[in-house]
């Protein structure tokens, strides 16, 4: 059974810093890896996509790495801002359950100005 | 572009009550699912649909029906409510092996 895990749960830094969100997969028989962001209260924003043949995704200030053989992926965020504090879910698919995605429990950043 | 919309945002129900929460899309994926979003379990898979007419069972199906009648409608049925069934509630859909999009989620709370 595919399992995701985020570490660390929490984390907090001063704006201005570049950080990096783990994500790692038991399963490396994966199609994709998606890193979203949720909000408090709010629904999930899909950030990035990384196809299983793909080793990196840039958006901006945000770039998603994935090693599918060691069942790795991270999230890089560039010069963080308090408008960046959110929780950051990772989720892959698998051929499992029509190609659902498999969530992590999720990294809460916070961003201090 | 509405995307993903679900519709009602917030419900209490009591105990033992039913109700039909609404999923639409209008992004034409043949691939829809429901999820329960709960504190410290992250997001599981309750039920989902691979195309107009299907419906198949995920990690946490009991105490809930699904119908997808339509390809952009996906519903998901709570016949007797308990209390464990208080969660957020989050609708999906999605292409084959692409990106997935998210409703803004329904609050439910059943007392």
């Known amino acids: ?113 | 572009n509405a995307g993903v919309t679900q519709t009602p945002k917030f419900r209490v129900l009591k105990t033992g009550q039913s109700m039909t929460l609404l999923c639409a899309q209008d992004m034409n994926h043949e691939y829809m699912y429901w999820y329960r979003q709960d504190p410290g379990m992250g997001l599981r898979l309750i039920h989902y649909s691979v195309g107009e007419g299907t419906t198949a069972k995920g990690e946490v199906p009991d105490g809930y029906n699904v119908s997808r009648l339509k390809k952009q409608n996906f519903l998901l049925g709570l016949e007797s409510a308990a209390p464990s069934q208080t969660s957020v509630y989050f609708c999906a859909s999605s292409e084959r092996r692409t990106e997935a999009f998210f409703g803004q989620g329904t609050r439910l709370t059943v007392v």
């Open chain 1, 1 to 113: 059974k595919q399992e995701v895990t985020q570490i660390p749960a929490a984390l907090s830094v001063p704006e201005g810093e570049n950080l990096v969100l783990n994500c790692s997969f038991t399963d490396s028989a994966i199609y994709n890896l998606q890193w979203f962001r949720q909000d408090p209260g709010k629904g999930l924003t899909s950030l990035l996509l990384i196809q299983s043949s793909q080793r990196e995704q840039t958006s901006g200030r945000l770039n998603a790495s994935l090693d599918k053989s060691s069942g790795r992926s991270t999230l890089y965020i560039a010069a963080s801002q308090p408008g960046d504090s959110a929780t950051y879910l990772c989720a892959v698919t698998t051929n499992q359950a029509g190609t659902a995605l498999i969530f992590g429990k999720g990294t809460t950043l916070s961003v201090s100005s």
